[in-house]
């Protein structure tokens, strides 16, 4: 099982600025099977990011992810209000499919 | 708009089995050209892939449910079904019905609103 490891855990940050999650594998993920989701309380986790790098429909420019191989990275910038949530990881390279533990983006 | 929706029991007995359906509705596309899954989050494991059907019946789920898991599915009443046999408190969780393209670019693009299922006597 791949085993995907989200840092930092929390991230406390204002609005405007730049927020930066990372995500590390145990084993290498090829770039198309790698995804962001956004989660927001009493709600389903929404797809941001598909095939590490493509934004999903309706989804602003200003997220973006990037990285290959066991390191992938999600971007926001200038955070918006409506971006303070809870932010994941997925892999679906192998079975069984795996998320990260998620990183909270909080308002400082 | 394409939607899935789950349904469920609520409260399940231990060592009991767990069902949940999924409907689906609204949405023009190639429904065979998709996974159709549940994935469960709760505080202690966060989200989990429990398996996924495709259109035909060939399933693949997660071993860590050492083969409790049984789906079914038929496109033509636009539904899919999960049953978790011997249910322990550790199956509480919010359940969720997702759909997943065949293929490169696999990701979970749409999620029902989740089931809350409680393991208790």
């Known amino acids: 099982e791949i085993v995907l490891t989200q840092f930092p855990v929390t991230l406390s940050l204002s609005p405007g600025e730049r927020a930066t999650v990372s995500c590390r594998a145990s084993?290498?993920?090829?770039?198309?099977?790698f995804a962001w989701y956004q989660q927001k309380p009493g709600q389903p986790p929404r797809l941001l990011i598909y095939?590490?790098?493509t934004r999903a429909p309706g989804i602003p420019d200003r997220f973006s992810g990037s990285g290959s191989g066991t390191d992938f990275t999600l971007t926001i910038n200038r955070l918006d209000p409506e971006d303070f949530a809870v932010y994941y990881c997925q892999q679906s390279n192998s079975s069984p499919y795996t998320f990260g533990r998620g990183t909270k983006v909080e308002i400082k | 708009q394409f939607q899935l929706r789950e349904s469920g029991p609520g409260v399940v007995k231990p060592s009991e089995t767990l069902s949940l359906s999924c409907t689906m509705s609204g949405g023009h596309f190639r429904k065979t050209t998709y996974y159709w899954g549940w994935i469960r989050q709760s505080p202690g494991k966060g989200l989990e892939w429990i398996g996924s059907?495709?259109?035909?019946?060939?399933?693949y789920d997660n071993p860590s449910f050492k083969s409790r898991v049984t789906m079914s599915i038929d496109l033509s009443k636009n539904y899919f079904s999960l049953d978790l046999k011997s249910v322990t408190a550790a199956d509480t969780a919010l359940y969720f019905c997702?759909?997943?393209?065949?293929?490169?670019?696999?990701?979970?693009?749409?999620w029902g609103q989740g089931t809350a299922v409680t393991v208790s006597a």
């Open positions: 997702v759909r997943h393209p065949v293929g490169a670019d696999d990701a979970f693009d749409v």
């Open positions: 095939g590490t790098s």
């Open positions: 084993q290498n993920i090829n770039s198309p099977y």
């Open positions: 059907i495709y259109h035909n019946g060939v399933t």
